[in-house]
């Protein structure tokens, strides 16, 4: 029998698929349970490249699915869907049912600044933890890496531009891979070194979205241009042309308005103390991620 069954949500996406990865490598032989919940585990499946021991249905937006889910769950990664911002009808109950289950320790996926940012549905999710008196550990990310690679593929893919209203501010990135291995080490931690701490993990550089932009043209060996839209026009592209949510739009033109003011450049050393070496440089993600943006 497990001593300790970690749930995973958010385990078909970036963080959770890297955390369930870096998970896999960090218990093997222990007995550790990797649960991965998800809306459909039929056919979850078959978009995971590295599988959990086992699936659960988990829908945030039925609260019916919480219990069974949380069953026998002593710690939970946590993870927002990025299409749900309504904190009260959606996340208050699943905390709430987390410590109902007896939840030992809860890692939330967070954000840069977040404390300062009421805004953003982090923000509250945090204080609802908190005040659920949870253990918890709050990973406070900048931008991730992966968006480009991601939320932004088409439009370097198949247009050679990156469409974002930051400006000319600097922002800090960090790779998934970076933060997935932080989570690791605070979801299988025994002792108390991670509990009821946030830490703020960035990589190594700040960098420009023309900057980033010049970066790809070099790794791809064809021009990239950052359009730099104001956020009128982001806003219209995402919603009306992209038939993105008005919600999820304005959360991202949020996020992006940080970075156009100069408040995303801050840089920490937390990533580089919490793993013992250099964060993974926006070069080599590049590198490594080559593929995803060829025609």
Known sequence: MADERILITGA?????????????KDTTGSSVELIA?????ANAEALMQILPDRFVKLDFTDSNTFTSALTGITRVLLIRPTELSDVEAYFKPFIAA?????????????????????????????????EAGLSFTFLRPSFFMQNLCHTHRAEIRLRNEIFVPAGN???????????????????????????????????????TYYEIAQL??????????????????FIWQKWHRENRS???????????????????ADLTNETEQLLGRPPITFEQFAIDHRAAWLP
Request: glycine residues 6%.
């Open 246 to 264: 008005l919600a999820h739009t304005l959360v991202k033109t949020a996020l992006y308005t940080v970075a156009r003011l100069g408040k995303a």
């Open 169 to 207: 501010g600097r922002t800090s990135l960090i790779d998934v891979r970076d933060v997935a291995a932080v989570a690791a080490r605070t979801l299988t931690s025994q002792s108390n070194e991670y509990r009821n701490r946030g830490y703020e993990l960035t990589g190594s550089d700040a960098l």
């Open 216 to 233: 790809l043209s070099r790794v791809l060996d064809r021009q990239i241009i950052y359009k730099n839209p104001s956020m009128l026009e």
């Open 98 to 130: 987390m410590k109902q289950a007896a939840v030992r320790h809860v890692t939330f996926l967070s954000l840069q600044g977040v404390e300062h940012n009421p805004i953003v549905p982090h923000h509250a999710i945090e204080k609802l933890i908190v």
């Open 12 to 24: 078909t996406g970036n963080v959770g698929g890297e955390t369930l990865l870096a998970l896999r």
């Open 37 to 41: 919940a998800v809306r459909d585990p």
